[in-house]
């Protein structure tokens, strides 16, 4: 059964850093791309960042480029978001994702497995 465990999330002052990690239960993890999505209350489920199987191509939403950047350690089944100069408009609950279709996904219907969510919080 494949689990997704973020950590990482708390409270921090507007222009912080934050990382946040995701380990996944894969035994073929590194065939899987990998993917951030967030969610603040009352607004849909949204992309931030996503990794390709192998780590050499990402995708950033526009609201985060620069800010943030994803990467993975496939020896450790593990997916990282390092969030730079955070945002009031960056609170939301982070969700890990996983896709077994290799490719960089944007979209979380494109999705296979989802993790319970992190909460972020940024302080103004």
């Known amino acids: 059964q494949v689990q997704l465990v973020e950590s990482g999330g708390g409270l921090v002052q507007a222009g912080g850093s934050l990382r946040l990690s995701c380990a996944a239960s894969?035994?073929?993890?590194?065939?899987?791309?990998m993917g951030w999505f967030r969610q603040a209350p009352g607004k849909e489920r949204e992309f931030v960042a996503a990794?390709?199987?192998?780590?050499?191509?990402?995708s950033y939403a526009d609201s985060v480029k620069g800010r943030f950047t994803i990467s993975r350690g496939n020896a450790l089944n593990t997916v990282y978001l390092q969030m730079n100069s955070l945002k009031p408009e960056d609170t939301a609950v982070y969700y890990c994702a996983a896709d077994r279709s290799r490719l960089v996904a944007t979209t979380t219907l494109e999705y296979d497995y989802w993790g319970q969510g992190t909460q972020v919080t940024v302080s103004s």
């Open positions: 894969i035994r073929t993890f590194r065939t899987y791309s």
């Open positions: 990794i390709s199987w192998s780590g050499g191509s990402t």
